[in-house]
Nanobody, 128 residues
């Protein structure tokens, strides 16, 4: 049974940094893509950053370029989203998702139906 558990959310001020973690278990191999998605109140869920199964393919949403970065520790089966220079507009519930797929990360991050496995989400609130 695949499980994803996010952690690291919280309440921060504009300009602060946070690092989210996603612990993955249950896949029978290391071949799975992982993505970070977020959903703000009243808005649709959107892809933020995704990493391919090989690690060679990545996607980063325009709204977070230059501020966010994702990484993957395969040995620990943990994925990270480093968020710097946080803005109030980044306030949302952040989810990690995974799927054993080799679709290009642009598609994986643009359509959340590609991922079957989702974490429970972690709240990030950016407010002064």
């Amino acid at each position: 049974q695949v499980q994803l558990v996010e952690s690291g959310g919280g309440l921060v001020q504009p300009g602060d940094s946070l690092r989210l973690s996603c612990a993955v278990s249950g896949f029978t191999s290391d071949f799975y893509a992982v993505g970070w998605f977020r959903q703000a109140p009243g808005k649709e869920r959107e892809g933020v950053s995704c990493i391919s199964a090989s690690g060679g393919g990545t996607f980063l949403a325009d709204s977070v370029k230059g501020r966010f970065a994702s990484s993957r520790d395969k040995s620990q089966k943990t994925f990270y989203l480093q968020m710097n220079s946080l803005e109030p507009e980044d306030t949302a519930v952040y989810y990690c998702a995974a799927e054993a797929t080799d679709v290009p990360m642009y598609y994986f991050c643009s359509d959340d139906s590609y991922a079957r496995y989702w974490g429970q989400g972690t709240q990030v609130t950016v407010s002064s």
